[in-house]
């Protein structure tokens, strides 16, 4: 497989644990809905370098943990994107939400490429679909990282 799916890190001290493992699991699912990477940048960075994208590129004032700037249309056979996760918000959200930092950041990082796909979070039955889709991913996730 390419590894056209590649970890950027921005003024913060982050790393992400088991890359090669992420890597492939994401491309994993890309490949399970008939798409390849052709480049997809994930970005981890600060509440703070988030909020200056927020609000320069869509003129919203809040925090958010994932910006995804889709460069191919969910009908391309290749996904492109650069994905900007905020490891503040990430951390923020799993405390809240009483999950283990890594579960929260793979969900993270796994919902921004459904948008790629083309699924929308817009609504309560959207909302309830993409976090179906999520949980699948996960589950995926972790059945390809348990031993045989």
Known sequence: MDAAVQFFV???DFKLPAENSVRNWILRILSDNGKTAGAVSYIFCSDTYLLELNKAHLDHDYFTDILTFPYSSPEDLVIQSEIYI??????ENASHLKVPFGEELHRVMIHGILHLLGH???GQAAQEQMRLLED???LLRDFLDSPI
Do not use: F, K, N, P
């Open 10 to 12: 921005h003024e913060i």
């Open 86 to 91: 905020s490891i503040d918000r990430v951390q």
């Open 136 to 138: 699948q991913a996960l």
């Open 120 to 122: 929308d979070d817009h």
